[in-house]
T-cell receptor, first 114, second 115 residues
Framework: GNSVTQMEGPVTLSEEAFLTINCTYT??????LFWYVQYPGEGLQLLLK???ADDKGSNKGFEATYRKETTSFHLEKGSVQVSDSAVYFC?????????????WGLGTSLAVNP | ETGVTQTPRHLVMGMTNKKSLKCEQH?????MYWYKQSAKKPLELMFV???????ENNSVPSRFSPECPNSSHLFLHLHTLQPEDSALYLC??????????????FGPGTRLTVL
């Protein structure tokens, strides 16, 4: 079945460091891919998405490119801030069948130190 | 209030208690969801409602009973829970149209502890 694998955290970085959080997936068909972020004490928010191969999603300085050849959707940011400290979830949506179902990764906790 | 709200934010209950979680969305959506978030596990979809009708139940034990009286409100009734049911329960809403994925908007969750 479909699945999402994220790198394990926690990830700890200093402010202005480069961030990469790896995400790979297994899916049949042509899924859409997402990154959600959960700030402390809050629910999940959609950070960015990509709906087809080679699409690049971007938001708030974060980027991720849908790579079908490597089945990956790695999240990157060139210079992290303390306010980016949160848990990041990679997810896919199977566009066939029940399109409202998301398959989630385990989440990667990011802590950014000043 | 804006977005998706959930009450209470924290709940501690014994195994013999009955309690309810409430979710309300102010986004004009017509699909609502309950998720369970446990440490070191993927987010688990529990129930989905579209236009007040339950369209998905992911083999959730009967001690969890959802109710959706209208498109803006969703409840999760709890009774005779087990300690392993302790988790963060998240509510979400979205537009419920066919076709490509519709973004789900999440509430802040209810942190449930079962003693």
């Amino acid at each position: 079945g479909n699945s999402v694998t994220q790198m394990e955290g926690p990830v700890t970085l200093s402010e202005e460091a480069f961030l990469t959080i790896n995400c790979t997936y297994t899916a049949t068909g042509y899924p859409s891919l997402f990154w959600y972020v959960q700030y402390p004490g809050e629910g999940l928010q959609l950070l960015l998405k990509a709906t087809k191969a080679d699409d690049k999603g971007s938001n708030k300085g974060f980027e991720a490119t849908y790579r079908k050849e490597t089945t990956s959707f790695h999240l990157e940011k060139g210079s992290v801030q303390v306010s980016d400290s949160a848990v990041y979830f990679c997810a896919l949506s199977d566009n066939a069948g029940n399109n409202r179902k998301l398959i989630w990764g385990l989440g990667t906790s990011l802590a950014v130190n000043p | 209030e804006t977005g998706v709200t959930q009450t209470p934010r924290h709940l501690v209950m014994g195994m013999t208690n009955k309690k309810s979680l409430k979710c309300e969305q102010h986004l004009g959506h017509n699909a609502m969801y309950w998720y369970k978030q446990s440490a070191k596990k993927p987010l688990e979809l529990m129930f989905v409602y579209n236009f007040k009708e339950q369209t998905e139940n992911n083999s959730v034990p009967s001690r969890f009973s959802p109710e959706c009286p209208n498109s803006s409100h969703l409840f999760l009734h709890l009774h005779t829970l087990q300690p392993e049911d302790s988790a963060l329960y998240l509510c979400a809403s979205s537009h419920a149209t066919s076709g490509s994925y519709n973004e789900q908007f999440f509430g802040p969750g209810t942190r449930l502890t079962v003693l």
